[in-house]
């Protein structure tokens, strides 16, 4: 993707729905996937529940936690690895500390209280607040922190902590035990409140700490080489930030976004005392590690610190704000290349003791969006393609593009061309937004009676009548998009989607390299929605202008636009591409899709996955096009494929596991045992399942379900193909 052309630009939410935090400072923010999860904290009292939000539907909702749940915390060290989020430390209520540490399964919602072994070389660390808490690598980073020496809680005798422990995880699931590096270099004095990041980019992993308290605030940044365990202070060019505390740092790309704190008033003379005012600030720094450069984003006139809200009473949200109002002990998160803030006080009057929390909900656009995965089928008819695609993190909307494939030649039969198509009969599947691509084109023929065995004597693996889908007790949640339930990071209360409801189940498609014959891409649209129904597609404008050149474009700008209807038992290629208020990204890599040919019954519809003790239970819906009476329908399971196999690599091996009449199947836990774990995306391995349905011309196009397994078990597993979903990550709500 292309350097951006403009600088970074802050958006609000204008509105969002669902079970909304009461406003606070304080609390942390970890991201999965286009999740952010938010904890802690305090306004009247510490915050106990675990809030989330859902950045592609804009809802809040509240997960049903259980297991060792925590009390509520604030300025507590808070991290996150895949789905697992790790707790330490924090004030629990008013003068006490604690050094507790928990552990979050995001896959189930369990929460799991951990006691790591203490170091060889010393004691664990003491209760504390304010301290840096990262992961990197498989361990966390603790360093500094308040902690308080009086044995009264209702009085505080403050000790700034500088002191250093790494907590080696567990795999899966828990931590081994602290450590205490023996580091070099001397390193940052004691502070609290600061920030520390990991960063990957060019040479060894390191850390770097900036800002902090210690009785005044600080603005020094200092580099760890986690290969060389030795600190240092880095020469950086261009515009150090002002000290500041209670300041929030991301990583984004190669560079940190350093946000708000408490920073020198305006008029101090640059000498930091004690006597020094503080005010809040919502100004916005960057640094770029691979320079070592700092660049202020912020404003050249800024307001933020220096008029302060006449009337701090209740806040009214601004259609027309371009920048968040200066704050400090905020959370921030960032979700691909938006880094959202959330919260946090505004400093107003503090001498007062009266600040008010801010509720308002903002993101930084650092970059236009990133290259989507390739275009899903949903449903195919013979006029029709549904087509769907999963959301980027960093767009407003999406412009959809096609282009008809050559036909093949004429003399060629409808049978054969089917099986060349890998596509005889209409097809229509199931996905959900966890969806994942399979792999190289698979062929299929159209008229065959078996779908494990093809005319030329090839095994299972080579049949695929349709594309795949991926199905996990699927629901329906705001936006239309889809949650996992075998991975718990579902919206509760919702219903089970059918596959006729628009956008609600994507199918997976076989992805094409770009075709090198300069041909022509047409305009279908440009969608807010995941999903579009695809009847026609508009021919090249007679000033033949780009119209992704344009900024939000809407269907307004496709009004007069000659059209051109699609084709029975044609192949379309399609490819779609994320627009945001920088320009448009790139586009996705190209998947094709053809119109159904008639006579042969569709895909089965609305499959349902759900635990049934130590087996699954699978269920599913006739066609919805079912072209005569449905005679059969046959179910086949991904297995672990012999090491003699001389098979190309991608391919999978299937084995009939059902054939019948009935929509439904029990898998057994024996069946399971021999699984394959299809981790061709590492982010999201599964078991594969496909279910095809026959009428008395022969078998259509197969729904491919594939019921995501936790991916922190099967990373652990990488040279045991027989690695296993826990079970619990497997239970379904439907």
Known sequence: MSGRVEAPRWRKVPSVTGVIPRSRHGHRAAVIRELIIVFGGGNEGIAEDLHVYNTVSKQWFLPAVRGDIPPGCAAHGFACEGTRILVFGGMVEYGKYTNSLYELQASRWLWKKLKPRAPRNGSPPCPRIGHSFTLLGGKCYLFGGLANDSEDPNRNVPRYLDDFYELELQPT????????????????????????????????????????????????????????????????????????????????????????????????????????????????????????FWESLSPEQQDDVESQPANPGPQVDDPYACWPRARAGHCAASVGPRLYIWSGRDGYRKSWNYQVCCKDLWYLETDR??????????????????????????????????????????????????????????????????????????????????????????????????????VSGSKKCAGGAMEDSSSALQQPDKQIASADRAGDLYTNTDQVKENQDGSTWFDVGVFKTLYSEVSHYFLPAEDNQPLHQKKLPGPQDYQGREKRELSPGQMYRFRVAGINCFAQGDFSPASEFRTCHPGFPGAPAAVKISKVGDSVQITWEAPSSPSGRIVEYSMYLAVRKSRSSSDRPGQMAFIRIYRGTKTSCLVSSTQLENAHIDSSLSSRPAVVFRIAAKNEQGYGPATQIRWIQDPINVRVSKTDSSAEADPDAADSSS
């Open 173 to 292: 699931t828990g931590a081994k035990g602290w450590n205490i590096p023996d580091t070099k270099g001397g390193g940052p004095s004691a502070r609290e409140s600061h920030t520390c990041v990991a960063y990957s980019g060019l040479g060894p992993p390191k850390l770097y700490v900036f800002g902090g308290m210690q009785g005044c605030r600080l603005n020094d940044l200092w580099q760890l080489d986690l290969n060389s365990m030795v600190w240092s202070t880095p020469q950086t060019y261009g515009s150090t930030p002002l000290p500041r505390s209670l300041h929030s740092a991301n990583v984004i790309g190669n560079k940190m976004y350093v946000f708000g704190g408490w920073v020198p008033a305006p008029g101090s003379d640059g000498h930091i005392t004690a006597g020094t005012e503080w005010i809040c600030s919502n100004s916005l720094d960057c640094l770029n590690f691979d320079a070592m």
């Open 369 to 470: 969006p990133a290259t989507p995965e390739g275009v899903m089928l949903v449903k195919s008819t013979i006029s029709m393609l549904h087509v769907a695609w999963r959301p980027l993190a960093g767009a407003d909307c999406y412009i959809l593009q096609m282009q008809p494939v050559a036909r093949l030649p004429a003399a060629k039969s409808v049978e054969t061309a089917a099986a060349e198509s890998g596509k005889p009969a209409g097809a229509q599947s199931l996905q959900n937004q966890n969806a994942d691509t399979s792999g190289p084109e698979q062929k299929a023929s159209a008229q065959f009676q078996d779908p494990s065995v093809q005319p030329d004597g090839t095994k299972a693996e080579d049949w695929s009548a349709g594309r795949g889908t991926e």
